[in-house]
């Protein structure tokens, strides 16, 4: 009889405590739903959010890209006036220093020569002249082309404009060699005739 009873006691302790527990745990499950629910919610707002920053960032960079473009496009007006400016400049100078070689070989070879009076070295400065010449036209059709071909829009605007910087420096040294050869011609043929007229004046004093 005691067995019995403390059978029935422990079956009616086990009904009595296991219920509320599986009271809890079928009151639990609905509630883990509403969880799920709004960190779903959450993570749809934090993308929703991302997408509108990410959208407003590639507005940004448009708005930029076309103020960049604007200012390129400027400068690009510029960079042709410069171009065609220093081209014409170059020109000038070109002949103004080819115009002074052909006089001043002119006074040598019809002034000088025939009075014996001659330069050792005439030949060389001439090819020294031609070659700084030929170098200076090369350089400048090389800036020129340069120059007309830069494109806003091209794959690199900025390499292009350094390029074109770098070729207008060679361009400036061309030309300060070619007129240190052309100098050179001139005071060799001046210092010749200044001999002669020196000579001139002494033959003239004796008599």
Do not use: W
């Not at 800036?143 to 494109?151: C, I, L, Q």
């Not at 011609?185 to 003239?204: C, G, P």
């Amino acid at each position: 009889m005691r067995i019995r009873a403390a059978s029935i006691f422990f079956i009616l302790f086990l009904v009595f405590f296991q219920a509320p527990a599986l009271a809890q745990n079928s009151t639990a499950t609905p509630t883990a739903k509403p969880t799920l629910n709004r960190l779903q919610t959450t993570k749809d707002k934090v993308t929703t959010a991302r997408e509108k920053a990410s959208a407003a960032a590639q507005r940004r960079a448009e708005k930029l890209s076309e103020a960049r473009l604007k200012v390129c496009k400027g400068r690009t007006i510029s960079l042709r006036n410069r171009v065609k400016n220093t081209v014409d400049r170059g020109r000038k100078m070109h002949a103004r220093l080819e115009n002074l070689v052909s006089a001043v070989d002119k006074f040598y070879t019809n002034r000088l020569v025939p009075q014996g009076l001659t330069l050792e070295n005439h030949d060389e400065l001439l090819a020294d002249i031609d070659t700084a010449e030929a170098n200076v036209k090369s350089l400048l059709d090389q800036a020129k082309v340069t120059g007309e071909e830069f494109d806003c829009e091209s794959d690199d605007p900025k390499g292009q404009l350094e390029l074109f910087k770098e070729d207008m420096k060679e361009v400036i040294e061309a030309f300060k060699e070619y007129k240190l050869s052309v100098r050179a011609f001139v005071k060799e043929v001046k210092d010749l005739a200044a001999e002669n007229s020196s000579s001139t004046e002494e033959s003239e004093g004796q008599i």
